[in-house]
């Protein structure tokens, strides 16, 4: 098992800057990768960004490339994403998730999930 908790959310106005922390426990050895996700209101959930835990390797929707970035520290069993330029459309419950082999990350089959922590971004 793995356990995801999200922390760092808040209420900003367009044009600040965020930065979510995920802290992961349990079985890290399990993971490939940790995502991102986030769900606006009224709009399904959507992919923001992954990072591979032993790699570094980083993936990110077009429409937050050279605004987020998404980073881990393994020594404190962390991940973070680093948002900046928000925009209204930002606005989501942002969590974290695992997967726990490439192809679960790349086909979005996350095995486990933290409890979202809102964003909130006023124009």
């Known amino acids: 098992q793995v356990q995801l908790i999200e922390s760092g959310g808040g209420l900003v106005q367009a044009g600040d800057s965020l930065r979510l922390s995920c802290v992961v426990s349990g079985r890290t050895s399990s993971m490939h990768s940790l995502g991102w996700f986030r769900r606006a209101p009224g709009k399904e959930r959507e992919f923001v960004a992954r990072i591979t835990w032993n790699d570094g390797n980083t993936y990110y929707k077009d429409s937050v490339k050279g605004r987020f970035t998404v980073s881990r520290d393994n020594a404190k069993n962390t991940v973070y994403l680093e948002m900046n330029s928000l925009k209204p459309e930002d606005t989501a419950v942002y969590y974290c998730?695992?997967?726990?082999?490439?192809?679960?990350?790349?086909?979005?089959?996350?095995?486990?999930w933290g409890q979202g922590t809102q964003v909130t971004v006023s124009s």
């Open positions: 998730a695992a997967a726990t082999s490439p192809m679960r990350a790349i086909w979005g089959q996350y095995d486990y």
